[in-house]
DNA sequence: TTAAAAAAAGGGGAAAACCCCCTTTATTAA
DNA sequence: TTAATAAAGGGGGTTTTCCCCTTTTTTTAA
């Protein structure tokens, strides 16, 4: 009977198998169950043979996404610690999960060993930061002017529409504004999101949520 | 010893150890390797011990994507058969994938005995195809659309280098080339593609998976 | 070995993007 | 009502992107 229990909550049926068979090649760990999604995880924790020591938690789900869950477990569940475990690297979502209460960030791109290593010093220590994860971390903390950028309404919407092949003449004549009106919101955006061209603010507008593709 | 090999072609490296691990406990399939891309599968295939029964191929990856790979692979290890992994579920990309060569399709989303009975199947009879991928073939009888899109190597890397803040003579100079050769580039890509500017082939490149933000 | 195809490169010029500085108009708060 | 702030806009000039046409070099296949 191994030591410490383990549930995977991820909407990838075949994923969700895969990891568990994983997690269970672990010498310490058990996978007591998957579930698909956030609302399957709170059914089943209602019966207290189900309650793990560890959730490994994926972000992207339907019906009630890893971020909203982990607050959750953190209210009712204190005990139960929650990884994180996701292909999204962006600092937002990261910090995002951590203050839900995630006890640990891993990308779905780390080695199995990271894996197990993330599960012990949980157990262990109660969390387990990988160099990147704290370094966000950390730079959340000094950077806290960044959380802090405001865009304005016509601001989203230029930017949206640079995330096109429009001229910037066109996107003028689109919000019925002068093209040196456009040259003034690129620059003033450039500033403020310290990006060099218009290929960085499309990238930061995709990478950020405001522009989905 | 068990009767037959896989490879796993996946670009996150923990999905890629975990589908290993569930792989190998299946009773007659044995993993060799894991790959992250197609372009490192095509160097590990030089090797005539690393020529596998199977693989199991991502579609999304960058610097040689599933597609591209499957295509070499039908052309140059005839006797491989390629099922593809993905998480992608509309039509195109199946159709497309098929026609590269796979013999079988899977969602991500799948229980992993279809994963065990895709293996067995295509060993036995040398494809296998689950209702849903049987019903897109039969309807892609009478779309013909069939787009030949295929994309070099030099372009895949040209067009990675375009989604970052790079100007073209930066670029020229990392790829160690004239300025006016990736004039050249970029006119045949717009073309190709069928698009208008570097936004346009941004977008199509984050869209398509050649560049992962 | 030679011809064809692919890759690389070149010239020229117009349009678009970028950057710097500044003013005017409209809205909001005191 | 007036002053401050936000939004819109202007001038001028440089750099970069795009488009069109062509040639040269390298690689591949016959």
Redesign the pocket.
């Given at each position: 009977m191994k030591a410490h229990t383990v549930v995977i909550v991820e909407d990838h049926i075949l994923l969700s198998q895969a990891i568990a068979s994983l997690v269970n090649s672990f010498e310490d760990f058990n996978v007591l169950y998957t579930c698909k999604n956030g609302q399957e995880l709170l059914t089943k924790l209602k019966t207290p043979s189900n309650i793990p020591d560890i959730i490994l938690m994926d972000v992207n789900m339907p019906i009630l996404n890893g971020i909203e869950t982990t607050g959750i477990i953190k209210n009712e569940y204190p005990k139960i610690k929650v990884i994180a475990l996701s292909v999204e690297e962006n600092d937002t979502t990261i910090i995002k999960m951590l203050k839900a209460g995630a006890k640990g960030y891993l990308l779905k791109d780390v080695e199995k060993d990271v894996l197990e290593l993330a599960l012990i010093e949980t157990i262990k220590h109660g969390y387990y930061h990988t160099k990147d994860v704290s370094n966000i971390l950390i730079n959340s903390l000094s950077d806290d002017y960044s959380s802090k950028i405001q865009l304005?309404d016509?601001e989203i919407e230029f930017i949206i529409h640079t995330c096109s092949e429009?001229?910037?003449?066109e996107i003028?004549e689109k919000m019925?504004?002068?093209?040196?009106?456009i040259?003034?919101?690129?620059?003033t955006l450039?500033q403020k999101l310290n990006v060099?061209?218009?290929?960085g603010l499309v990238l930061y507008a995709i990478k950020n949520g405001i522009y989905k593709l």
């Open positions: 304005k016509r429009m001229t910037y003449k003028a019925f504004l002068s093209p040196k009106t040259d003034g919101y690129r620059d450039f060099k061209n218009r290929i």
